[in-house]
């Protein structure tokens, strides 16, 4: 006979299916923010826009903060189990993270708008940055939606850095074809720090949360 929790739940009430959901979301978020990041990077040094090499420093955050679940669902595939003290450790280096992004975009956008610094990006950042919002917009929502069935805190916080990094790939595009168009150099570094500082304010909102229940 079947046991009552069902083929799909393992003894501990832990659920294969979503755990393996969660993983393989996980995964593709670490390879995915590792190239991108590393593309981001070469293109914004190449063409001297720190709005891109901003984002590459994003993408990187985002790539430990997905190595750091993959690690942690995997572990707990193998050991029938997720950890409590894994979980938490991911959603601190993941809040973290948030944290450490929000403010390098409030610092790097106050400096660019007050030296009036701001510049779009190459035809080739753009094209990147098009691709990265989609793909980190997509990548988001999955996280949220898997961190809702295991109830995995980490992950959340996760699905928002992505979402933070799909805002930056939004606030890159804007930002270029506002100048282009339009000639207003200081939107983009206006709209970083706004990012920035929402990035803040949700990291430290949900550090609080956490610690509150």
């Keep these: 006979m079947r046991n009552k929790t069902g083929p799909r739940d393992m003894g501990d009430g832990m659920n294969r299916p979503h755990v393996h959901a969660a993983l393989r979301v996980s995964m593709l978020s670490l390879v995915w923010t590792l190239v991108s990041s ?52 991911s959603h601190r280096i993941v809040l973290i993270g948030l944290l450490v992004v929000g403010s390098a ?45 295991i109830s995995s805190e980490a992950l959340r916080s996760d699905g928002h850095l992505s979402a933070v990094g799909a805002m930056l790939a939004a606030v890159t595009l804007v930002g270029t074809i506002v100048e282009r168009w339009l000639g207003w150099n200081w939107a983009d570094a206006a709209a970083t720090i706004v990012l920035g500082t929402i990035a803040v304010w949700l990291s430290i909102s949900t550090w609080r949360d956490g610690h509150s229940t």
């Design 38 to 89: 590393v593309f981001a990077i070469i293109i914004g040094i190449r063409s001297r826009t720190s709005v891109l090499v901003a984002f590459g420093a994003v993408g990187v955050v985002d790539a430990i903060g997905s190595a750091t679940l993959t690690y942690h669902f995997l572990r707990g595939l193998q050991h029938g189990r997720l950890s409590e003290r894994l979980e938490g450790l």
């Design 105 to 149: 975009a409030v610092l790097g956008g106050v400096i660019r708008l007050v030296l009036n610094s701001s510049r779009g990006s190459s035809d080739a950042g753009v094209v990147l940055a098009g691709v990265s919002f989609v793909v980190l917009l997509v990548l988001s929502g999955k996280k949220l939606q898997v961190a809702r069935r």
